[in-house]
């Protein structure tokens, strides 16, 4: 079961459009911290077909010329989860969270250091 398919009721959905829907997050980074949500149950972006990738690029500038160009927001950070980071009885979907001038948001944050080949990634781009 998806909490993301079946979990919200009507009154929590902020915005839709034909493939997304808005809610606001239950365990807030900040205040005003959105999900954005396919409506069908992708595991991973890449698996988004164009029309629902373009679907979901205007719902992030609508979302944020509303933050950033009418409401007093310094500006936004974008945090797409996807595939295997997923966490169980959820599918793809991104979130928006309002940023503040010196809000401190990436000195709250703790991740364990992990290795990354950069000599491989790099060969995989040519």
């Known amino acids: 079961m998806c909490i993301f398919c079946d979990g919200f009721k009507k009154e929590q959905i902020i915005y839709e459009t034909e493939h997304f829907k808005v809610v606001f997050d239950i365990d807030p980074e900040q205040e005003g911290h959105m999900l954005l949500i396919s409506k069908h149950h992708y595991m991973n972006y890449q698996d988004l077909p164009d029309e ?75």
């Open 52 to 126: 629902v990738a373009f679907d979901l690029i205007h719902l992030e500038r609508k979302m944020i010329r509303i933050l950033e160009d009418k409401m007093n927001i310094y500006g936004v950070t974008l945090i797409r989860n996807n595939g295997r980071v997923m966490d169980n009885g959820t599918h793809f979907h991104e979130h928006i969270i309002p940023r503040y001038k010196d809000d401190k948001f990436w000195s709250k944050q703790e991740t364990k250091p992990m290795t990354f080949d950069f000599a491989l990634f790099l060969s995989l781009l040519s």
